[in-house]
């Protein structure tokens, strides 16, 4: 663990690759948890078996939470960490789940207004694209979602949202333009409430021009990836791999997939450790 700008950063990478495999490329991934509660052993789980599955590194930035700090710190924050890891050179892919996946969006927005190199893509599972949830079928998606509840998110967003308020772009992403934002491929839920506001956004992204790859699991609850015992999220987190690989296989230059040199099933130890490096 190292930090920056005072906050806890992880790294996460294979321990006995070669270099140059393990160097493929770089994930940045933003934990949920309603933009108020901490990373938790769910997203950690996630993260291990990312890198076991894509030998990618993965960076995880402790992003200020609400009510202490609101939207636009967060954004700022890991602003700064993705300019900093793309200093490095190697191919991006910014990930994130649920509130994690709404920051994801915006910043993908911010990064597309600056003179920085975009990510190669934008993996989005089951993200909260606005914090007012104002799709009426939200309502009824309540009563078979086991996870969410709409006062709560509402409770939770208005506090994410600080002055800004919740239609903000910066805050509902949703609401933002669409247009010249990296690819994306977006997972989603059937059984959960931010199901109807994640298919808007995607038929107006579209619309647009933005290039969507949707996965949507209509039997699944919020951020079943996370979930590894379910035979579903098996499934998710291998096409997830797959998506990264395409999407890496894409960039300029020969790129040496990790993937390639790991043996994807294997029991035990998955040879994953943090691997700290300072920031001013």
């Known amino acids: 663990m190292s930090a920056f700008d005072g906050h806890p950063l ?21 934990h949920g948890g309603a933009y108020v509660r901490p990373i938790t052993r769910h997203h950690w789980n996630f993260v291990v078996d990312l890198v076991r599955r894509t030998g990618c590194e993965v960076v995880v930035p402790l992003y200020p939470l609400a009510p202490r700090h ?27 789940d649920s509130a994690g996946g709404g920051l994801a969006l915006a ?50 967003g208005r506090a994410y949202a600080g002055p800004l308020g919740g239609a903000h772009p910066v805050i509902s992403p949703a609401r933002a333009d669409p247009r010249g934002l990296p690819p994306m491929a977006i997972h989603v839920g059937g059984c959960e409430l931010f199901a109807p506001d994640v298919l808007d956004y995607v038929a107006r992204a579209r619309a647009l021009g933005a290039r969507i790859e949707l996965h949507q699991v209509p039997s ?46 294997a029991p035990g130890d998955p040879q994953i450790q943090a691997a700290p490096k300072s920031r001013a």
Do not use: F
């Open 10 to 30: 992880y790294r996460v990478s294979p321990r006995d690759l070669p270099a140059a495999a393990a160097s493929t490329a770089r994930v940045l991934y933003l």
């Open 70 to 96: 609101a939207g636009l710190t967060a954004l700022t924050l890991v602003s700064q960490v993705y300019a900093a890891e793309a200093a490095a050179g190697l191919p991006m892919i910014v990930m994130g």
């Open 107 to 156: 910043l993908a927005g911010w990064i597309r207004d600056q003179p920085l190199p975009p990510p190669a893509l934008l993996v989005l599972l089951s993200p909260w694209v606005d914090v007012e949830i104002p799709h009426p079928d939200a309502v009824r998606l309540q009563a078979v979602d086991p996870m969410l509840t709409l006062d709560g998110l509402r409770r939770a």
């Open 220 to 265: 699944m609850m919020h951020v079943w990836p996370l979930l590894g015992l379910l035979p579903e999220a098996r499934v998710t987190r291998a096409l997830i791999a797959q998506q990264l690989q395409a999407a890496l296989a894409n960039q300029p230059g020969p790129v040496t997939l990790a993937a390639d040199l790991l043996p994807r099933d």
